[in-house]
Nanobody
């Protein structure tokens, strides 16, 4: 059983930065794809960024391109989402997700989820 715990959310002014962390149980990075999703009130959960196992492929959604960066530290079993130049529309609950081998960009592609961390960006 994989357990994921997010941290690092909070309240920040527009233009500010936050770094989210996702601590994973066990050494899963070599064979699991890890991703970040977000969900705003009344909206569907949407893809933000992915770090794919095997080839270390990374990708961020166009809506955060140039502002968000995904990374991971295998020694610490931790994945990060560095968020810069935050906008009010980035306000959402951010979730960490994991699934074995290569996974896609849809929530249903992932088997394990964290509890979420709230990010609020004020204008």
């Amino acid at each position: 059983q994989v357990q994921l715990v997010e941290s690092g959310g909070g309240l920040v002014q527009a233009g500010g930065s936050l770094r989210l962390s996702c601590a994973a149980s066990g050494h899963i990075f070599s064979s699991y794809t890890m991703a970040w999703f977000r969900q705003a009130p009344g909206k569907e959960r949407e893809f933000v960024a992915v770090f794919r196992s095997g080839d270390s492929f990374t990708h961020v959604d166009d809506s955060v391109e140039g502002r968000f960066t995904i990374s991971r530290d295998s020694a610490k079993n931790t994945m990060y989402l560095q968020m810069n130049s935050l906008k009010p529309e980035d306000t959402a609950t951010y979730y960490c997700a994991a699934g074995p081998y290569n996974r896609g960009f849809r929530p249903r592609d992932y088997d394990y989820w964290g509890q979420g961390t709230q990010v609020t960006v004020s204008s």
